[in-house]
């Protein structure tokens, strides 16, 4: 699994990456009440807008951590968003992408690097 | 924590907001709104007559707000309205007429208001009355149903409180202004405590474990299902009492009186010349419409605007308030909010979103 500053996380299964928001994203925004997740077929740069995640106390945007068309969407998180504090970096998470370039995925950070980065916060 | 009207606020405790908002309405939360402007407006020469010199005092006040305060019974504390020239809203504020001898008018305006406010009631009491400004002390409120419980285990004078009365009672040694008032639609109070015992009574009140600290967050989720509105948000300077909803503020004697600011256009509203009145919205799909959400109509024209938005914990669905034409108010009316873009079906709804439950005495 790999992470980004904005706190995503991809975990990458042949070429299609998995993403969702990390553990400590999800803490920090608090009880997550409703998740927008984008069209399939949809294609995305790195750093486009991916989902927005609205907690009950804001909407916070979600971005794309590599680039790719999107596969599939958690659309079991319009019924039960809490999954997403209850288990983000499994059945939490919000879409799948069919990658445009597996080197991007290359280029995140790994999870010591995220733990590291955490630490500086 | 935030920054919030100059006081550094915590949005939550380690509970977080969801949990902290069930917990007071299931049972009781405690929260500190020290940063709120209490103060008390006291005659220079009072002549010892406590209902003259309640008349006095309520004849300085009164060409300030659209309330009467004339008419209170002492201990008696009543929500009102500072008004400009235009009729619109300066401040939300309550004003209680003492029930102790020489108390005069206990005053609770809002944190960020509370500047102007208190410059504004100073300069129409000036040379009759003085402001003492009681900001620098603990103002305490706990809500909830189980809040009277817990009171009077501390305080056992406050339960024998009706809503929208205030005492002063003894604590320790120390006068407190409690008040059987609140704004999360709860049964609950307000307590005034001096600095040097402010963290004393918090801590006092946490060690009782049926109550919770409770964050600006859900402070604002409990006032949003109350349809209590938010001044700076759901009301300003533009906003009249009538198209705030507020009718119930301005005071049958004042209106036929017209003796208050902007009296004429808010007699003309009255009348039904209005032009937006605040409603409550279910929004009954999508994401939550927070402030600044457009409100549409069915045939997709902008008709007004959220000014103020989230998740209902107790109903586990978005609720918001907004402005829109009196021809769209009635609740049922089909309306949509947008959303990123995005029209999501809506509905005006009858306020308050959860009832209140106020302490009714018979």
């Not at chain 2, 004697?253 to 409603?279: N, Q, S, W």
């Not at chain 2, 009635?330 to 999501?344: H, I």
Request: include cysteine.
């Amino acid at each position: 699994m790999r992470f980004t500053k904005d706190h995503e996380w991809v975990q990458v299964d042949g070429e299609v990456a998995t993403i969702g928001i990390t553990a400590y994203a999800a803490e920090q925004l608090g009880d997550v009440v409703f998740v927008e997740l984008p069209a399939l077929g949809k294609t995305v740069k790195p750093s486009d807008g991916l989902a927005v995640v609205e907690s009950v106390k804001a909407a916070s945007d979600v971005y794309a951590p590599v680039g790719g068309e999107v596969t599939a969407a958690n659309e079991a998180l319009s019924g039960t968003p809490e999954t997403v504090n209850q288990d983000p970096e499994g059945a939490g998470w919000f879409v799948k992408l069919k990658l445009a370039d597996p080197a991007q995925v290359e280029a995140l950070m790994d999870r010591n690097a995220y733990e590291t980065f955490l630490g500086t916060l | 924590m935030v920054g919030f009207a100059g006081y550094d606020m915590p949005v939550q405790y380690p509970s977080g907001v969801l949990k902290e908002h069930l917990w007071t309405r299931a049972h009781a939360g405690a929260f500190d709104v020290s940063h709120m402007g209490p103060a008390f407006l006291t005659l220079n020469a009072p002549s010892g007559d406590d209902e003259a010199d309640h008349r006095a005092l309520a004849a300085l006040v009164e060409p300030l707000v659209c309330g009467d305060i004339a008419g209170l019974k002492p201990g008696q504390i009543r929500y009102t309205l500072l008004l400009n020239e235009d009729g619109g809203l300066i401040d939300d504020l309550m004003i209680a007429r003492a029930g102790w001898p020489g108390g005069g008018l206990y005053i609770v305006v809002n944190a960020a208001t509370k500047d102007g406010d208190f410059a504004l009631i100073e300069a129409a009491t000036a040379g009759e009355a003085s402001l003492t400004r009681a900001d620098d002390g603990g103002l305490i409120a706990i809500q909830g149903p189980q809040a009277a419980l817990v009171m009077a285990e501390i305080l056992p004078g406050a339960a024998a409180l009706g809503f929208m009365q205030t005492a002063r009672l003894d604590h320790d040694g120390a006068p407190l202004i409690v008040s059987r008032s609140g704004y999360t639609g709860e049964d609950g109070f307000e307590i005034l405590v001096p600095a040097a015992l402010a963290e004393a009574f918090w801590t006092r009140l946490l060690a009782d474990e049926r109550v919770w600290p409770i964050g600006l967050g859900a402070r604002d989720s409990l006032r949003l299902e109350a349809g209590l509105p938010l001044y700076g948000h759901d009301a300003d300077e533009t906003v009249s009492p009538i198209e705030a909803g507020l009718d119930f503020a301005v005071s049958k004697r004042r209106l036929k009186a017209l003796d208050f600011p902007g009296a004429a256009r808010i007699a003309a509203e009255r009348a039904g010349d209005l032009a937006r009145v605040r409603v409550g919205v279910k929004v009954l799909e999508g994401a939550p419409a927070r402030e600044g959400a457009q409100i549409a109509d069915t045939a997709g024209a902008v008709v007004g605007q959220v000014t103020s938005g989230g998740f209902s914990p107790s109903l586990g669905a978005p609720i918001a308030m907004g402005f829109v034409p009196p021809a769209l108010a009635e609740p049922g009316t089909a309306l949509s909010v947008l959303v990123r873009g995005k029209a999501q079906a809506a509905q005006v709804t009858a306020l308050p979103f959860v009832p209140h439950r106020y302490v009714r005495k018979p």
